[in-house]
């Protein structure tokens, strides 16, 4: 909890607690602070063994880290854990991974590549979330416009069972789906319900896997509540679950509820997994 509560402070903004009673973090590291080039995204489960019996659980996200850069920072990380069995060592990897973007920044090595698009690499979103986008069908049509009437068929809708907290309630809605086509079409369908549509929010996220490319093409929408979407695909990745679209609703009783709605969001969305 120390620990914790020390990266909170010492990064600010930077750190993100993707969900707390899971223990499940992300750390945003750039070179700098001004105008950064290069960019991680550290995600990391605790385990309950941590940190005097068990390493924590780790992903390194960035469009550019591949091949050869990937497994020498992940030998680096292994190493300082070795090192320092049985401490806290969150900090000492976070700096450690600042500190190879350091060295890339003042290397002769071409500026990485932002403008790729969520098809080309999945995690191109950890670098940033995306802007509220007024139309959450829109953004798909341009997606699915080349493939106009492939996988029409809607796939079965679930629905989860809603939580409630100082007259907010929350509910998880899931839909297996392989095509952005599939995630539009059940994105419709749920719309046409009175009562989703009236949401103040309805947060999605989806992951879908592409054999062919062995990538994941995958996208979040925070629908105005601002990085809920970003949170809630973290989640999806950790969990690594695929070929899956998840909707969050929640209806705002008034209340404002600080960092408990996010814990909301992200609780109706694993039990909706889980089940």
């Known amino acids: 909890i120390d620990e914790i509560e020390a990266l909170s402070s010492i990064y600010g903004e930077d750190w993100c607690v993707v969900d707390e009673d899971e223990k499940i973090y992300c750390i945003k590291i750039n070179d700098c602070l001004d105008r950064p080039k290069w960019t991680l995204c550290l995600q990391v489960i605790l385990p309950p063994g941590y ?15 591949r091949g050869q850069d990937y497994m020498e920072l ?33 290397s002769s090595d071409p500026e990485p590549d932002t403008k790729k698009t969520s098809e080309e690499d999945g995690d191109d979103f950890l670098l940033d979330y995306q802007p509220i986008q007024e139309d959450p069908i829109k953004t798909l049509n341009c997606i699915t416009s080349e493939s106009q009437e492939v996988d029409e068929e809607l796939p079965s809708i679930h629905h989860g069972n809603p939580i409630t907290d100082r007259r907010s309630t929350f509910q998880a809605h899931l839909a297996p789906v392989v095509t952005p086509r599939q995630v539009k079409r059940v994105l419709e369908k749920l719309y046409e319900n ?26 979040c929408e925070d629908d105005g509540e601002t990085a809920a979407g970003g949170r809630l695909l973290h989640l999806m990745q950790i969990l690594n679950v695929r070929d899956v679209l998840v909707v969050v609703s929640r209806w705002y009783g008034g209340i404002l509820l600080g960092p408990d709605r996010f814990k909301h969001i992200n609780n109706c969305a694993r039990n909706i997994l889980v089940e």
């Open 51 to 65: 940190p005097t019996a068990e390493p924590p659980i780790y992903q390194l996200n960035a469009p550019w880290l």
């Open 74 to 106: 992940a030998n680096s990380l292994e190493e300082i854990y070795v090192q320092n069995l049985g401490e806290s060592i969150l900090y000492l990897w976070v700096e450690k991974i600042r500190e190879v973007l350091i060295e890339k920044a003042q």
């Open 194 to 219: 009175k009562k989703i549509a009236s949401a103040t929010h309805n947060i999605y996220a989806y992951r879908i896997y592409c054999e062919d490319k062995q990538t994941f093409l995958q996208d």
